[in-house]
């Protein structure tokens, strides 16, 4: 109800006063302090919204606990040296065909939904939503079989690969329509496993969305992230994990077989036609109106940008960081 800067002030005040009452938990404080910073932030407030959620951020890295850059930047260091080009093309080689899975990933934050959205219109598309199916299938790896992931990528059997890539596309499709040509899996952090959707699937497509960096910090700073995600609650932590992910999706265009498109959130918003085409191009499908209409859909969305895609694509969320020198400087 505090969303958006419509709540009235009466239920601001009683959201302020919880804030100060012992019974309510560090998590739950820490909810109250997004909520009342958006809605500063909806009404142009933004000393006091930058308050709400600096003071959310340090709740949760006191509940949850930081952020551990040496295991992230192990895990991108380890891909990069992992999967070189030779050892993806050869193993994408004994990969499933099948033309259905597009894989929509990048930083959260940064048009993963709205780019889904897109994609989903059109009447041959259903969208899946944020899968977990590829990050179980790289835990089963090391439990099934006893070989390292992804050290030992090379030594997997292609038949362990392919009924994998089976049993993922089973789950994926059951409850699409019929007819689905393709099957959207927006699960951002998917960034991480390109090597392993290569392996999986001969025919993927990859579509990576990107944002102004300076957006993307803020939006996550400001939502309340799960504990996984404990970058979520520094802006150092969030420009550390968004360089990550920057130098690993270049190894990635170097090296995977898999067609991979760079899509602009910011060019979206200035010229969504022309982006939307580029999309359904991309997708190898032929073009369909209902795909600039999106936001009537009516698809059950469950993701943090939810609210966004009921509404016609605008420019409100491009450039917000100007709002917050203290953290961003100046434009």
Sequence with gaps: ALLRGSAPEALVRDAEAMLTQAKVSGHEQAYLHYVLGKRDDASGAYVDAARHWSAANALRRRVDGGFDRAEYSEKIET?????????????????????????????????????????????????????????????????????????????????????????????????????????????????????????????????WCRRDPRDVALSIFSESFSPLSSYATDLDDIHFFIEGQERLMRH??????????????????????????????????????????????????????????????????VRRWRNYPQWFGEA
């Design 79 to 207: 891909a990069i040296e992992t999967f070189t080009a030779d050892l993806l093309r050869s193993r994408n080689a004994d990969a499933l065909h099948d033309e259905r899975p597009v894989f929509v990933l990048g930083m959260p934050r940064s048009g993963t939904t709205l780019v889904e959205q897109i994609l989903a219109a059109h009447p041959q598309v259903h969208g899946c939503g944020e899968l977990t199916g590829i990050v179980a299938i790289a835990q089963e790896a090391c439990e099934c079989t006893g070989l390292r992931w992804p050290q030992d990528a090379a030594r997997f059997e292609a038949g362990w690969m392919r009924q994998r890539a089976v049993d993922y596309l089973q789950a994926a499709a059951k409850p699409a329509p019929g007819d689905t040509r393709r099957l959207v899996d927006k699960q951002p952090y998917n960034f991480l496993h390109i090597g392993l959707l290569a392996m999986l699937f001969a025919d993927a497509r990859i579509v």
């Design 252 to 317: 990635w265009q170097s090296v995977s077989p898999l067609p991979i498109l760079e899509i602009n959130y910011e060019d979206v918003v200035a010229d969504t036609e022309a982006q939307a085409r580029r999309l359904i191009d991309f997708a190898g499908l032929p073009w369909n109106a209902a795909c600039l209409d999106f936001h009537r859909s009516g698809r059950s969305v469950q993701t943090l940008s939810r609210w966004q895609v009921r509404q016609p694509v605008h420019s409100r969320s």
